[in-house]
């Protein structure tokens, strides 16, 4: 049976078409400013990255309740094309981790079949995914471009937002709730503020 890709994946279980692709785009944004200067990843890793983000709320589908962990579990049974058995979980597991509880390989089944290179790897892109979700909560894509600063002395990192509307500045407050786990993959603390214009 051919796979399916995450875009038809998304196509075939998705309530919402363009809250998934705005947090893919800011995902990738954050993911090209982490790359560029926090810290090197390699393309594949982009790849994983996108097809989470495109795919971390297809549980809905299923039940609202839990539902990144359903998530997880449809990625993980249907399979993805162009990604092997592991690298499927270890999107999954980027799509668990958007929201709730943070990765814990003592009670996460799924996360500790993962090698430790890998759950390092899931932490780091889901800690970008859970920030980008966290970005679009009222689903109405306001922000238009996302730049980094990285205070490597201070290992602080400033996420420098630019919204759609000058004038409008959308509430960050989840943003800067779900930032723990990007804080804790890239080992630093972070602010996210509005650019001046």
């Known amino acids: 049976m051919m796979k399916p890709s995450a875009q038809e994946m998304l196509n075939k279980f998705s309530k919402s078409s363009s809250h998934p692709l705005e ?11 982490t790359n560029a200067k926090v810290c090197e990843m390699p393309d594949k890793y982009r790849k994983y990255l ?27 049974e249907n399979g993805l094309a162009g990604f092997t058995s592991q690298e499927v979980k270890m999107i999954g597991c980027i799509c668990r981790y958007h929201r ?18 890998e759950r390092k790897i899931v932490k780091k892109l889901a800690g970008i995914l859970k920030i980008s979700d966290g970005l ?10 996302i730049n980094l600063n990285y205070d490597e002395e201070n290992n602080i990192v400033e996420f420098i937002l630019t919204p759609n509307t000058p004038e409008f500045r959308p509430d960050v407050t989840s943003a800067i709730r779900k930032r723990d786990l990007y804080e804790i993959a890239f080992k630093c603390q972070s602010v996210l503020r509005f650019n001046e214009l």
């Open 23 to 33: 947090v893919r785009k800011l995902a990738m944004m954050i993911f090209d400013e």
């Open 136 to 145: 679009d909560r009222g689903h109405l894509n306001l922000i238009k471009k």
């Open 100 to 117: 709730g509880g943070l990765p814990d390989k003592n009670e996460h089944e799924v996360y500790n079949t993962l090698e430790k290179k």
């Open 50 to 76: 996108e097809a989470g983000a495109l795919l971390h709320d297809i549980g809905y589908y299923i039940n609202s309740k839990g539902h990144n962990k359903h998530s997880m579990e449809m990625v993980i």
